[in-house]
Structure formats: structure tokens, C-alpha cells
């Protein structure tokens, strides 16, 4: 496993000299992930609410492997480690896409990934998930409690983090040194290959700009026949003016073109 690489864009990147020899990195990670408890699936949830990826009896995750290794390449080639994942305004399935790619990325055996729910103020991924024993990812970004008592672990390699109710003053919160605190030990801790931050609609409220310091790159969860190209635009501009974008996942399209028989 590669020791983690901490965004140049992150407060906390000044940090790095302080980190111990990699072997040694490993070791604790390794026994950070082995003592986090194990997550539940409930697979009339994730039945219901299409995570495909979690199981791979529908043909559909085969999109969302082709996200997956385009994301691995883009990611590799820059050395980036963290991924924001958002829309323009709620219904457009940002969590949805940042279920299944999670799980997309759990069946590459090489990879460590986290799912982190950030969106405090309507939190969807343990709904999503029917996960029952969430944490407080409130009390989390505080530092009040652990990522041992955060973290559900699924498999060898993918860590999830849902959020069991919502914040108040979230977006202070997101852009809080606590936060920021919070994340460098995580990162520490656990040293993942991937982290996908599920985060809130950008343009219902300001919790995705004040987080944007803490990624690497950031996706935009579009829906068809529900999101305006004004409104891709206008998130697509204010984006790119903070962060790197790795482009749109247009999502709900009910049409699409038949190539090679597939």
C-alpha cells in the first residue's frame, strides 16, 4: 500500500514531516482497519436504492467500473488521493454515484478507499446503505470522537463513514481547524488510497466551498431532465475557480446507445 499523499491544497499539508517511517505507517494502519467493526448490509436497501456495485448481479455496474478506472488513472497520474462528489441541487443521485462507486472501488483489491458523508445537513448514505449504528459525523469533525468509532469496515478495503443525523452551523464546521484536524489524523491513521466525500448540493448552500480546501478534485453529479445546463454551468465555473474538476457524471438518462452488443 502506498503511503498517502495529503493534498497540496490542504491546511494540513504542512504536517508531512512529521510522519513516521512507511513500514512502520503501515503496520498501525493496518491494525487501525482490522479493528474497525464490521458493516451490515441491508440488501433490501441497497436492492432498493440500486447499489449495483455491492454485489454485481446487475449489468448496470459496468458503468460504474468505467467511472472507477478512469478516476484510478486521473488520480495516479496527479498523485491526488481525495474526491469530492456533489450536484447542482438535491434529487440528482450524488450519493447514489458515491455508493456505487465505492463499492466499484472495493473490488480492486489493491485499493483502500473511505466513504465519508459530509452532507451534514441531510445526510443520505447510511439511508442509502440501511446502516443502523452510524456515528455522529458531527462529533467526528469535532474531534470528539474516533475514527475506530466512526468507520464501519466492509471487506478489507473500504471503510464507511455515515452520518447518523444532521449538523447545525455545518458549513462553519466543514471549514473548521477541528475539521481539518480530523482529516490529517484520519488520513494518518488509515492511510487510503481513495477518499470520497459525499458532500451537499453546491447550489443550495455553502458547505461545498468551504470544504473544497480539503480535496484534491471534485465531481459533478448531474441529473437528466432535472438539472438545467445554466445550472451545470454555473457550478461547473465556481468549481474550477477552487478545485480541480474531473468532469460530469450526468446521471437518470434513460437513453443509451447499444454498442458492440453490450
Known amino acids: 500500500m502506498e503511503?498517502?499523499?495529503v493534498s497540496a491544497q490542504n491546511p494540513a499539508a504542512h504536517?508531512?514531516?512529521?510522519?513516521?517511517?512507511?513500514?512502520?505507517?503501515?503496520?498501525?494502519?493496518?491494525i487501525a482497519w482490522d479493528a474497525l467493526s464490521p458493516l451490515v448490509i441491508d440488501h433490501d436497501a441497497i436492492a432498493r436504492n440500486r447499489i449495483v456495485t455491492a454485489?454485481?448481479?446487475?449489468t448496470a455496474h459496468v458503468?460504474?467500473?468505467?467511472l472507477r478506472t478512469k478516476l484510478l488513472q486521473e488520480l495516479r497520474?496527479?498523485?491526488?488521493?481525495?474526491?469530492?462528489?456533489?450536484?447542482?441541487?438535491?434529487?440528482?443521485?450524488?450519493?447514489?454515484v458515491a455508493a456505487n462507486l465505492a463499492f466499484s472501488l472495493a473490488n480492486q483489491k489493491d485499493c483502500r478507499t473511505?466513504?465519508?458523508d459530509l452532507d451534514l445537513r441531510r445526510p443520505q448514505v447510511g439511508k442509502t446503505l440501511g446502516i443502523k449504528n452510524a456515528a455522529s459525523m458531527e462529533s467526528f469533525l469535532k474531534g470528539e470522537i474516533?475514527?475506530?468509532?466512526?468507520?464501519?469496515?466492509h471487506e478489507e478495503n473500504l471503510a464507511i463513514a455515515a452520518n447518523r443525523k444532521p449538523a447545525q452551523f455545518s458549513a462553519e464546521l466543514l471549514q473548521s481547524t477541528a475539521s481539518t484536524d480530523a482529516l490529517f489524523e484520519m488520513k494518518q491513521r488509515m492511510m487510503p488510497d481513495i477518499i470520497l466525500f459525499d458532500l451537499p448540493p453546491m447550489l443550495s448552500t455553502d458547505d461545498v466551498l468551504a470544504f473544497l480546501p480539503?480535496?484534491?478534485?471534485?465531481?459533478?453529479?448531474?441529473a437528466a431532465e432535472h438539472s438545467t445546463l445554466a445550472e451545470v454551468d454555473v457550478c461547473e465555473h465556481s468549481l474550477a475557480a477552487k478545485a480541480n474538476v474531473l468532469g460530469v457524471v450526468l446521471n437518470k438518462c434513460k437513453f443509451t446507445p447499444e454498442k458492440y452488443g453490450y
Open 77 to 96: 497520474q496527479n498523485n491526488w488521493t481525495s474526491v469530492a462528489i456533489t450536484s447542482p441541487t438535491p434529487g440528482c443521485g450524488k450519493t447514489f
Open 3 to 5: 503511503q498517502t499523499v
Open 214 to 222: 480539503n480535496v484534491d478534485c471534485v465531481i459533478l453529479v448531474a
Open 55 to 58: 454485489n454485481r448481479s446487475d
Open 146 to 153: 474516533e475514527v475506530g468509532d466512526t468507520f464501519l469496515r
Open 15 to 30: 504536517r508531512d514531516g512529521d510522519r513516521m517511517p512507511v513500514s512502520r505507517s503501515q503496520e498501525l494502519s493496518q
Open 114 to 116: 473511505l466513504l465519508l
Open 63 to 66: 458503468a460504474f467500473d468505467m
